[in-house]
C-alpha cells in the first residue's frame, strides 16, 4: 500500500497544480486571454495561433536592436581580425623567404671537419669577438719579421678586425709589420 501512496501523492500534485494553473491563467495574463477569446469568438485559428506565438516572444524590440548592433561590431571586429591574420600571413611568408635565402648562403659557407679544425677560409667573418681574440692571441704575439708575410696574405677586412682585436702594443706591431700604404689604409678605415 506505501508504494501506491508516493506515486499518487505526485500524481495527485501534479493534477491539483495543472488545474490551479488552468483556472488561474485568465488572470494571470489578461491581455494575452482576452485575444484568445476574441480570436476563438471569430473562429479565426490563424489569429489565435499569431496571437500565441507573439505572446510568447521572450525578445522585446529592444533587446532585438541591441542584438543586431552586437552582430554588426562582431563583424567588423572579426574583419579587422582577418585583416591582422592577412598580414601575419604575409609577413610570415616573408620571414620563411628570408629563412630560406640564409639556408642557401649556409651552403656556401666553408664547414670545418672536426669540431675542433678552424674553417679555412673566412673563419674569422662567423666567430664571435671573444673567439676571434683568443685564436689571433697567438698570431700577434709573433715577431714582426714573422708577422709580415701573414699579414701580407689578409685582406683590409681582416686585418681591421685583427686591429681592434689587439692591445696598444699589439696593435703598433701590426702597423709596422705591414707596408706604409696599407697600414694607411687600414688606418683610414679604422678612423671612420
Known amino acids: 500500500m506505501k508504494v501506491l501512496k508516493i506515486p499518487g501523492i505526485i500524481i495527485g500534485s501534479f493534477i491539483g497544480v495543472f488545474a490551479l494553473v488552468f483556472f488561474l491563467y485568465p488572470y494571470i495574463n489578461e491581455d494575452h486571454f482576452n485575444e484568445l477569446i476574441g480570436a476563438s469568438e471569430a473562429g479565426d485559428s490563424a489569429a489565435i495561433t499569431e496571437s500565441y ?6 525578445v522585446s524590440e529592444e533587446e532585438l ?7 554588426v ?16 600571413e604575409q609577413v610570415n611568408e616573408d620571414l620563411q623567404l628570408e629563412i630560406r635565402e640564409w639556408e642557401n648562403m649556409e651552403d656556401f659557407m666553408p664547414v670545418a671537419e672536426t669540431p675542433n679544425e678552424p674553417v679555412q677560409r673566412g673563419a674569422t667573418a ?9 685564436r689571433v692571441k697567438s698570431l ?20 681591421i ?3 681592434y682585436s689587439g692591445g696598444n702594443i699589439q696593435r703598433e706591431k701590426l702597423l709596422r709589420s705591414l707596408e706604409p ?12
Open 181 to 192: 700604404a696599407r697600414a694607411a689604409r687600414v688606418m683610414n678605415e679604422v678612423m671612420l
Open 65 to 71: 536592436e541591441l542584438m543586431q548592433q552586437e552582430i
Open 53 to 58: 506565438l507573439s505572446g510568447s516572444s521572450v
Open 161 to 163: 678586425r685583427l686591429y
Open 140 to 159: 700577434l704575439n709573433l715577431d714582426e719579421d714573422e708577422l709580415s708575410p701573414i699579414v701580407r696574405e689578409m685582406d683590409d677586412g681582416q686585418l
Open 126 to 134: 662567423y666567430m664571435s669577438d671573444e673567439e676571434f681574440s683568443e
Open 73 to 88: 561590431s562582431l563583424q567588423a571586429a572579426n574583419n579587422e581580425l582577418l585583416d591582422t591574420i592577412d598580414s601575419l
